[in-house]
Each structure stands twice: as structure tokens, then as C-alpha cells.
């Protein structure tokens, strides 16, 4: 071959030299690109964690450290290596997978407490009834109807729902005024009224009044009025610096938990931060009581309160314990079962042996000791009270003995694989007037202390009577008539516990 061939063909090939500077600078550069990437996915899980606002400050710069440690294990694999640095790369992709992962659930964590805190208000479903056999099938074909209304209980919402009807009919309506909820529903069976509207939390009042009402009457239309609610709670700090009180409100509804309706189960948490210790007061749902700012005097069971709205139970619960309860809890029917099953069923202790009936939801054979129950044997459970020789007495301590249950199930450590589970659902069947700073600041003290709570439970006792409620007047109603010795022992520990004195210890929780 000649020089002038040799010469051309080293031109047309690229020296061997050249291709390994090429494939080395490609891999440099992917490998600055690990880095910059495990830096921008460390600074944004930093931020959420930071934004969370739960963690101590200790604790923040403990994970801020081990982030550092970490991007310096790809730092150092690929800045100071003298072969390729693939595992570096790997280690790398894999922080930022990891990472990527904990900055989602960290925020989604933080938008679901969001969702759950500060609810402060409550929905009122005002409907618009006829009489079964009427012609109207929509509220435009009851435009000429007379409407009857009542302005004694829940006026504003009344005002507010004539106003909604008629805007949505484009006319002025004719109103008949009724004396009370149960006039309404006499005047529409007896045809003096075309139609009457009303809150669809009074319909047992109705039922109670007219017999038959529900099956005599169709609701046309219905409208939700949303309630604000004023508790005068007080800042950030109060959970971790003073005694509070959370009532402890279930339901009995299945669907919205922020629907207006009567209150089943009937708990109130009186907590000191400060001496780390919790009491739990039941109290009957037929306990006969004043409703304060409703019951004008007269007596009620406690269940009807949660009609006229969980401030109201707050109240009668309130003046019954002289004890200021500013927050609450509130879960239905389906909170309970759903939360339940989402734990994998959880171990109920049982002072004794009974079997549940129909009215409960389902029937379960309860042992005296510990069960395991799924979510419906849960809630029956909770609910049956007509097998139980000590009637409301027992059911309200075994609605605690679930609670208590709950809570345990929920400390566990396997719990936290469930934790995206639990949250999404708390996010639906949960609802508290707790602002979420105040829950970030409760357990940021907690991390902080890792104290452990003192936790008692008592129940309020009673004997099972007959009498008429202010809800119901017409008719005798079975109560729980109120054991005043029992009430005034409640009384005095939970002046124990506002007080800064120590319980008798029975739970402890870390």
C-alpha cells in the first residue's frame, strides 16, 4: 500500500483514543445528571418534610444530615472514581426513586390532614315534602303549592331554604306557619298544606308525631345549607400548653359525616398535656337531659341534641360535666366500618357474653373476653343494646372498649404499612374542628416528649325509665334517667385532670 493510501485510510477511521474520551464524557456527564437530580429531589423532600411542620427541630436536622450523607455517596462516586462509577449511578437513580416516592406521600400526608382539620361547620339538608299520593314529581309542580314552615327550631335555615326555592322557582312562594316540627308534619297529612319543608334531620320527630309520616309522605326537592360554627378555640399552642376537652361524636348515618344527625355514640376526651393524662367519659344516648339553648328548660334525651347539631351536644354535655368542650370528633356508620377493615379487623375486649340482634346491622355471637371483630361486627357491637341486661349502661362502655381497640391497632408498628390506606380513608369518613396547626403542634410535642399517656374510662350510669322529651312531647319515650352520684364522680376527675393531678392508671400508651 502506498504512503498517500496509508494516510487516507487513517483518516477515514477515528483513533481508538478519541471513542474512549467520547464514551468517558457521556458518562461524566449522566453522572453529573445523578447528581444534580438526587440534589433537586433532596431539597424538595427536605421542603415538604419542613412544611409538614411535625417534626422537632432535631429531628429535621437529623434528616437533613443523612440527605447529606447520602448525596455525597454519589458525589464522591462519580467526582473522585477512577472507573466507570456505575454503582454510583445505580445508588443514585435508586435516593431519587426513594425519595421521589417519600416526597409524594410526605405532601399527600399533609393535604389529607388539611382535609380532615378545621371543619367548623355542619351541613343541614332542608327538603321539600308532599303527600304520597300527590301529583308533584319536581318542585316546579308544586309552584301554586302552600308551603308549610316552622321558625322555632332552625329559623335561619328556613329563611335561607324559602330563599333557595324561590330562587330556584323564579317566584315568591305561599307559606303557612306552623307552630313546631310536628305541626308541619300533622298539616301535611291532614292536607291543610300542599307541602311543607323542613330540616331532614327532624324526620324522626316527625315520625314520632304522625305515625306512618315517612311512608305517607315523598320528598321533591331538597337543598343543602351549610352552617358555620363558632367553638372560640384558642391558638396553636393550647394542645400542648393547656387541659382541652374533644367530644367524641358517632352518627347515625351512613354517607356524609358532616350531615346533621342524631349522635349514637357520645364520648368526650378531657386530655392534659402537661401531666400526660386522658379521661374518657361515656355518656348513655338516652341520658335525660336539658338541651341547653333548645330544650327551654325541659328534658331530653342526649341523642336528639346531635338534631339540632353537634354544638348542641357539645353543650348538654358541657353544662352536664361543667367542663368547657371547645373540639370535636365526629365519624358515622360508614367512618367505623370502613376504618375497621382497613386495620384488618380489630381485638374488642368484652365485660361479658351476649349476642347481637338484627337492629344492630348484623348478628355476632360476643364472647366475654377479647373478639375480633371486622367492621359490621365492629359497629353491631357498638350499637346492640337490648341484649345487654344493663342496657345503654354497657353499650356505651363497649362503644369505648372499640375506641380503645382502634387506637392499639393503630400504635402497631405493621400499621405503617397501611398508613396510605388509613389516611385515605380518615380523609373521607372523618371530620374535626381541630385546625391542623394545632394537630402538627400536638404531635411535634409528642416526638419531642415521648411521653407516656395515663388513659381512663368511665361511663355515666342511669336506670332505664318513661317520660316525654322536649323533641317528642306527644308520646312516652324510654330515657335513661341520669345517676346524679355517678355524674358528680365524672365531675370531680375531671376536675383531677384540668387540675394537674394524676389518674388512676388502667391504659397506657406510648
Not at 259 to 285: F, G, Y
Not at 351 to 360: H, K, L, N, P, R
Amino acid at each position: 500500500m502506498s504512503k498517500k493510501s496509508r494516510t487516507a485510510d487513517r483518516a477515514g477511521r477515528r483513533p481508538k483514543n478519541t471513542r474512549r474520551n467520547s464514551g468517558r464524557s457521556e458518562r461524566n456527564r449522566f453522572g453529573m445528571f445523578c447528581i444534580i437530580l438526587q440534589t433537586v429531589i433532596s431539597l424538595a423532600f427536605m421542603g415538604v418534610v419542613v412544611l409538614l411542620d411535625m417534626l422537632p427541630m432535631r429531628y429535621l436536622a437529623m434528616i437533613g444530615m443523612i440527605l447529606f450523607f447520602l448525596w455525597c455517596i454519589t458525589f464522591t462516586s462519580q467526582m473522585a472514581r477512577r472507573k466507570k462509577g456505575t454503582l454510583g449511578k445505580l445508588f443514585s437513580l435508586l435516593m431519587v426513586c426513594v425519595l421521589s416516592f417519600g416526597t409524594f406521600y410526605v405532601a399527600r400526608a399533609n393535604n389529607i390532614i388539611a382535609m380532615i382539620t378545621g371543619g367548623n361547620y355542619q351541613i343541614d339538608r332542608m327538603v321539600v315534602a308532599v303527600r304520597s299520593d300527590d301529583a308533584a314529581e319536581v318542585l316546579e309542580d308544586a309552584m301554586d303549592y302552600s308551603f308549610g314552615v316552622q321558625f322555632e327550631r332552625g329559623g335561619d335555615n328556613m329563611q335561607a331554604a324559602v330563599t333557595d326555592i324561590q330562587e330556584e322557582l323564579g317566584t315568591d312562594i305561599s307559606t303557612v306557619e306552623c307552630a313546631s316540627v310536628q305541626d308541619q308534619a300533622q298539616a301535611l297529612v291532614n292536607g291543610d298544606v300542599d307541602a311543607i319543608i323542613y330540616n331532614k334531620a327532624y324526620t324522626e320527630l316527625m315520625d314520632g308525631a304522625v305515625q306512618g309520616y315517612s311512608d305517607d309522605v315523598r320528598i321533591i326537592y331538597e337543598t343543602s345549607i351549610r352552617v358555620e360554627l363558632n367553638f372560640g378555640n384558642s391558638g396553636d399552642s393550647s394542645l400542648t400548653k393547656q387541659p382541652f376537652t374533644v367530644y367524641i361524636s358517632g352518627i347515625d348515618v351512613y354517607g356524609e359525616v358532616t350531615e346533621t344527625s342524631r349522635s349514637d355514640v357520645n364520648i368526650i376526651a378531657v386530655v392534659n398535656p402537661t401531666t400526660h393524662q386522658v379521661l374518657l367519659v361515656t355518656t348513655p344516648r338516652d341520658y335525660y337531659v336539658e338541651i341547653p339553648g333548645v330544650s327551654k328548660g325541659q328534658n331530653d334525651k342526649l341523642t336528639h341534641a346531635g338534631i339540632y347539631g353537634i354544638d348542641a351536644s357539645m353543650a348538654t354535655l358541657s353544662q352536664l360535666y361543667e367542663t368547657d368542650i371547645n373540639y370535636y370528633v365526629r365519624l358515622n356508620f360508614t367512618s367505623l366500618i370502613d376504618i375497621v377493615d382497613i386495620l384488618g379487623g380489630i381485638d374488642v375486649y368484652s365485660e361479658v357474653a351476649f349476642t347481637t340482634g338484627d337492629e344492630s346491622g348484623c348478628i355476632v355471637d360476643v364472647k366475654e373476653g377479647y373478639n375480633h371483630f371486622d367492621g359490621e361486627e365492629a359497629l353491631a357491637f357498638c350499637r346492640e343494646r337490648h341484649n345487654l341486661a344493663d342496657g345503654d349502661n354497657q353499650r356505651g362502655k363497649n362503644q369505648q372498649a372499640v375506641i380503645t381497640a382502634m387506637i392499639k391497632k393503630m400504635l402497631s408498628p405493621t400499621m405503617l404499612l397501611k398508613a396510605n390506606s388509613i389516611l385515605n380513608q380518615v380523609s373521607k369518613d372523618v371530620e374535626m374542628n381541630v385546625s391542623q396547626s394545632q394537630i402538627n403542634s400536638l404531635i411535634r410535642y409528642q416526638l419531642n416528649t415521648n411521653a407516656k399517656w395515663t388513659i381512663q374510662s368511665v361511663a355515666a350510669e342511669g336506670t332505664g325509665a318513661e317520660d316525654y322529651c322536649y323533641s317528642e312531647p306527644n308520646q312516652l319515650l324510654y330515657v335513661t334517667v341520669p345517676d346524679y352520684d355517678s355524674v358528680n364522680g365524672i365531675i370531680d376527675l375531671v376536675n383531677v385532670v384540668e387540675e394537674g393531678g394524676t389518674l388512676e392508671e388502667t391504659e397506657k400508651l406510648n
